[in-house]
């Protein structure tokens, strides 16, 4: 018997102390490595793009993954390539949190366009307004204390 799933995840996840760290015109070695690790995990990615201090993921999430450990995996792979590599020599890390927000599948092209154009998009928003939004959005509270920490 099969079993049925469609879960469609955007993780958010920023430099330590939101540096801008990352290098635009790198970037693409970077998201290249984060697809490999999703593949390997039986996971789609739709859409992957970002800033220099931070990155969106977009991804379908195999029922047998647990989100926590994906993006921890994600998390620590990264950090330990992206330190070792020459084109991002300023990358500190990975700050502690991350977003992790739910879709419906109705919604995936229009996140797909929304990720793709993310420099365009910062042209008129900051991260963290940018941030700010998506959290509230999604009914999540803000935690002052912790928020971009």
């Known amino acids: ?15 330590k102390y939101s540096q801008k760290t990352l290098s635009l015109d790198e970037n693409d070695k970077l998201f290249k490595y984060i697809w490999g690790i999703i593949k390997n995990k039986n996971c789609h990615l739709y859409r992957i793009n970002g800033m220099e201090e931070h990155i969106h993921i977009l991804f379908g999430l195999h029922p047998s993954i647990a989100l926590a450990d994906i993006v921890r995996d994600l998390k620590t792979a990264t950090s330990i390539w992206l330190k070792s590599s020459t084109s991002f020599p300023y990358f500190k890390g990975w700050a502690d949190g991350y977003a992790a927000l739910t879709y419906s599948y109705n919604d995936k092209n229009k996140l797909i366009n ?36």
Not at 2 to 7: D, F, L
């Open 114 to 149: 929304y990720i793709k154009n993310q420099q365009e998009h910062h042209r008129n928003e900051s991260f963290e307004e940018e941030y700010r939004s998506l959290l509230m959005e999604h009914g999540i509270e803000i935690e002052e204390r912790y928020f971009l920490k």
């Open 1 to 15: 018997m099969s079993s049925y799933r469609q879960i469609i995840y955007q993780i958010v996840i920023r430099t």
